[in-house]
């Protein structure tokens, strides 16, 4: 099994270019692979000799630009950025793998990146998309030494600005490569798929066939939770969708505070198979000033020392913010301050998005808002 698990991670820098050569192939120009590729070696580093590293930071370089090339885009600023970028990586990932050898330090190199892998693969969305302010935080657990499946994606469509996110099941290099997955099929489905419903069934199916490909759930991490979230364009509205994830909530700017619940709780992303059943969204008012406050698991199950949960909802019901990253940067430190002395548990990541200007209503107490 050790040999299995090492073969394997030996081939997934491979694995990674070969994905995000075939994604960008697929997929209209404006859509980039450049994550999967600065994250091959990253990954490489830690397992390979210097010699492999280099010539997978250099596999990956090239792959950037034989694509450029390939739809006549090489030289436009934003291209020429992402190549940068994946050499960057790649330089990063060689000088990586002297210390690592030098150092003889391989797990803990590993953990450090596999991290570097997830946020390749995970980059930090813009501040403003189609009109809305967007915030996004990754916390790792302090007294963790794993990666978590931690994502979120958000895309600006012509059906309005949707977002995922999510929690896949299980840790590390595995978690990772299911990440891209999720994101991968997401951001491909919420351009062209109509309704959010179906957005929810291409994510499905992409799971669907990723375990089947890799021989089920035991060799590929096919089991998210994610929320699935659109704000279509004028109109002062959310529509979103659950897959067994932590309901997010909703602030307004004077205070009040709603949590977004659903009737029927539906399973998993990727267990299809115990259920099948038409995903149905919700949706709700979503006024100028609100913020919506998506997040992991991480958030609402972690403990303090006598073992009580940190609950978002209670703590922020009639507190103002008046920016997303502001919230997010709140949240983050009331929970490290939660988990003094027991410390944080699972990884958190956060998703803050908020729509600018108009009136507010006044503070009142926490409501809950069903479809």
């Keep these: ?131 809305l302010q967007i915030a996004a935080r990754y916390e790792a657990a302090q007294a963790d030494a794993f990666i978590g499946g931690d994502l979120y994606a958000v895309q600006d469509t012509p059906h309005g600005v949707r977002l995922v996110v999510g929690d896949v099941r299980g840790k590390g290099l595995g978690a990772v490569e299911a990440v891209a997955v999720v994101i991968g099929a997401f951001r491909e489905a919420a351009e062209q798929e109509a309704t959010l419903e179906a957005v929810a069934q291409r994510l499905e199916r992409a799971l669907a066939r990723e375990g089947t490909r890799r021989l089920g759930l035991d060799a590929f991490e096919g089991f998210t939770t994610a929320v699935l979230a659109e704000m279509p364009h004028g109109r002062e509205v959310v529509r979103f969708i659950n897959r067994g994830h932590p309901e997010p909530l909703m602030l307004s700017a004077g205070g009040r505070l709603w949590v977004l619940a659903t009737e029927e709780p539906a399973l998993p992303l990727g267990m299809g198979d115990l259920g099948i059943w038409p995903d149905r969204a919700g949706e709700c008012w979503f006024p100028a000033g609100a913020t919506l406050l998506f997040y992991t698991d991480g958030l609402s199950e972690a403990r303090n020392e006598a073992g009580e949960f940190y609950d978002p909802a209670a703590r922020l019901s009639g507190r103002m913010f008046t920016a997303p990253d502001s919230l997010l940067a709140t949240v983050a430190e009331e929970v490290r301050a939660h988990t003094e002395g027991s410390g944080m548990t699972d990884d958190m990541a956060l998703l803050g998005v908020r729509r600018p200007s108009g009136e507010e209503p006044e503070a009142a107490d926490a409501v809950t808002l069903r479809e």
């Excluded at 209209?28 to 490489?44: E, G, Q, W, Y």
């Excluded at 990956?60 to 885009?73: C, D, E, N, R």
């Excluded at 450090?112 to 403003?128: G, H």
Aim: hydrophobic share 55%.
């Design 1 to 131: 099994m050790h040999a299995q698990a090492h073969a394997f991670v030996r081939s997934l820098p491979t694995l990674l270019i070969g994905i995000g050569l075939v994604s960008a192939l697929l997929t209209p120009p404006r859509f980039t692979a450049a994550p999967l590729f600065s994250a091959a070696p990253l990954v490489a580093a830690p397992f390979f000799g210097l010699l492999g590293t280099v010539l997978t930071g250099v596999a990956a370089s090239t792959s950037v630009v034989l694509l450029q090339l390939y739809y006549g885009t090489a030289g436009r600023p934003q291209e020429v950025t992402e190549l940068i970028n994946v050499v960057t990586v790649s330089a990063l990932a060689v000088l990586i793998n002297v210390v690592v050898r030098q150092r003889g330090e391989k797990l803990a190199s590993a953990r450090e990146i596999a991290e570097a892998a997830q946020r390749a693969v995970l980059p930090e969305p813009a501040s403003r998309i189609g009109g």
